[in-house]
């Protein structure tokens, strides 16, 4: 059984940072591709941020040059820098990867999602 765990997320002011944390556990042979999504409320849910195993990011339009997404294999988790907070960026953050298990096929996992508030 594999699970993705987020924290990080909170209330701050227009202009804040924040920094999101997903660690992934359980059993695992290697994680793929992370990504971190968000939705707000009415909203469809869209993508922030990805990055492979070997370290390529992209970033959503709206985000770029504030957020960066980064990882960490040895602990199995995948961060997201939140600088210069936007009102717009409220919502709740989702974190998702393609692990492969100890049954050896990839399957495809979601967190339980953060909440980050950004007051005007």
């Known amino acids: 059984q594999v699970q993705l765990v987020e924290s990080g997320g909170g209330l701050v002011q227009a202009g804040g940072s924040l920094r999101l944390s997903c660690a992934a556990s359980?059993?695992?042979?290697?994680?793929?591709?992370m990504r971190w999504y968000r939705q707000a409320t009415g909203k469809q849910r869209e993508l922030v941020a990805a990055?492979?195993?070997?370290?390529?990011?992209n970033y959503a339009d709206s985000v770029k040059g504030r957020f960066t997404i980064s990882r960490d294999n040895a602990k199995n988790t995948v961060y997201l820098q939140m600088n210069s907070l936007k009102p717009e960026d409220t919502g709740r953050y989702y974190c998702?990867?393609?692990?492969?298990?100890?049954?050896?096929?990839?399957?495809?996992?979601w967190g339980q999602g953060t909440q980050v508030t950004v007051s005007s």
């Open positions: 998702y990867a393609d692990i492969q298990g100890g049954d050896r096929w990839v399957h495809s996992y």
């Open positions: 990055i492979t195993s070997g370290g390529s990011t």
């Open positions: 359980g059993s695992i042979l290697r994680i793929n591709a």
